[in-house]
């Protein structure tokens, strides 16, 4: 399996679905939850039964989550994603004094995305356009305030 980059095809390790994973019916560990403990990093035979089971149900829980993101259009988690710019954004513009340098990272990123993706977005391109807007508008008003008090705005 392969997964396209900008930079080309990248291959991918294809691993169990953890939903899948168990404990055999006589206790011993199943190959695909030994394959599964592995790729996390953890010697399935150092566990205790007590962390075993732990680590089952936290397997069983990440399958659970994957199939969940997997029934959920990715324009819909990216657009989520990036409501998280848009608070990273605004927490730093709502710092005293504004950090204008962190602000102009997250304002950047937010751009980029939507004026590359814009249309894949669908009913949520609006709202992501008016965020947008809204937090360069606020940049510009506090950049200018700052510098009509006399600050030494950051960026």
Known sequence: MSLWTPDGERPVSRTPNPASVAVGESGAITPELRA?????????????????????????EMGRVREEMLSVPAADIIANHLMGIYELAAIHLGQNPPNFAEATVAIEALR??????????????????????????????????????GESPDA
């Open 36 to 60: 599964a403990l592995a790729e996390a990093g953890i010697d399935a035979d150092t566990l205790t039964p007590e962390q075993l089971a732990q680590a089952t149900a936290m397997i069983e």
């Open 112 to 149: 980029a995305v939507v004026d590359r993706l814009d249309d894949a977005f669908g009913e949520n391109a609006a709202v992501l356009r008016q965020a947008l807007s809204q937090l360069q508008l606020t940049f510009v008003q506090l950049k200018e305030h700052a510098e009509a008090i």
